[in-house]
Nanobody
Framework: VQLQASGGGLVQAGESLTLSCAAS????????FGWYRQAPGKQRELVAR???????NYADSVKGRSTIARDNAKNTMSLRINALKPEDTAVYYCNIRGTITPTYVYWGQGTLVTVSS
């Protein structure tokens, strides 16, 4: 299984950015597709996730200004964050987690987002 993330880069505060992730090598029914991020010196944290049925969850820090989406037919996911802040600077990782035992977790390689003030 491979997850390929893309879309990171350097942006100005207030701008928007869309991250994309393509998964291959398996089928991914009964899963959460998610985005995590890790800022320098901090632990990796959940940014947003979406279930196979479309239920979404967002971290308070991005709630209201971000949208996660998934395409089950194409095994892709995206995360759009609007009104970016310097504190959004981090390496963003896409993630797939199975929800049926035995569970599994797959990670993408990470894509760096840098927000300048």
């Amino acid at each position: 299984v491979q997850l390929q993330a893309s879309g990171g880069g350097l942006v100005q505060a207030g701008e928007s950015l869309t991250l994309s992730c393509a998964a291959s090598g398996s089928t991914f029914s009964s899963t959460y597709f998610g985005w995590y991020r890790q800022a320098p010196g901090k632990q990796r944290e959940l940014v947003a996730r979406i279930s196979s049925g479309g239920t979404t969850n967002y971290a308070d820090s991005v709630k209201g200004r971000s949208t996660i989406a998934r395409d089950n037919a194409k095994n892709t996911m995206s995360l759009r964050i609007n009104a970016l802040k310097p504190e959004d600077t981090a390496v963003y990782y896409c993630n797939i987690r199975g929800t049926i035992t035995p569970t599994y977790v797959y990670w993408g390689q990470g894509t760096l987002v840098t927000v300048s003030s």
